[in-house]
């Protein structure tokens, strides 16, 4: 079984609005870090957002936040105010207590935000 | 200042030849990683090393043989390359390499082509 899961290959919004981005992860872990990563078309992996399995709050990052749903083990990327440099793909990422080497990434959503 | 670079950006090479991608970081990390990022962009874990010495090894060719002279710097050789090496690949960092909450961040990537 897939431990992350990004259902969502595509993705549209208007500029200015709000969009989410999925993500389902699957551990037996207590312990586990989920992050959120975005490429732009130039190539680079630019980190955006974390979340500890522990924490009672979701984080946030100016407009990006995490909507984290801990019993239905989804950690959704939440962008407010969408802008055209939010085109790009975003992978969810997770590291687990257990074995907290290996960061095991989704395949991906490309966002698309249109003018 | 970059905090994870790569050299090269581009590295265009024959079949059978031998080459070499390296990495720093200056952000006092203790652990660095390799990832391979395909044409599907599916990313995925190669190598991670804590202080010098290697602690994963996926299921990746022995072609394939990372070096770090110090904590601060690794490097991937990649003997006799194949056409399937084609690929992005990745170097990132990490404080540890043991705590799930340590974010990874990533060097700006190396464009492997293999003809």
């Known amino acids: 079984a897939q431990k992350i899961t990004q259902t969502q290959p595509g993705m549209f919004v208007q500029e200015k609005e709000a969009v989410t981005l999925d993500c389902t992860y699957d551990t037996s872990d207590q312990s586990y870090g989920l992050f959120w990563y975005k490429q732009p078309s130039s190539g680079e992996m630019i980190f955006l957002i974390y979340?500890?399995?522990?924490?009672?709050q979701n984080a946030t990052e100016g407009r990006y936040s995490l909507n984290f749903q801990k019993a239905r083990k989804s950690a959704n990327l939440v962008i407010s105010a969408s802008q055209l440099g939010d085109s790009a793909m975003y992978f969810c990422a997770m590291r687990e207590g257990s074995n907290a080497g290996k960061s095991t990434f989704g395949d991906g959503t490309t966002l698309t935000v249109k003018p | 200042d970059t905090a994870v670079s790569q050299t090269p950006k581009y590295l265009v090479t024959q079949m059978g030849n031998d080459k070499s991608i390296k990495c720093e970081q200056n952000l006092g990390h203790d652990t660095m990683y390799w990832y391979k990022q395909d044409s599907k962009k599916f990313l995925k874990i190669m190598f991670s090393y804590n202080n010098k010495e290697l602690i994963i090894n996926e299921t990746v060719p022995n072609r394939f043989s990372p070096k770090s002279p110090d904590k601060a710097h690794l490097n991937l050789h990649i003997n006799s390359l194949e056409l399937g090496d084609s690929a992005v690949y990745f170097c990132?960092?990490?404080?540890?390499?043991?705590?799930?909450?340590?974010?990874?961040?990533f060097g700006p990537g190396t464009r492997l082509t293999v003809l």
């Open positions: 990132a960092s990490s404080l540890s390499w043991d705590y799930e909450t340590d974010t990874q961040y």
């Open positions: 979340q500890g399995s522990y924490d009672e």
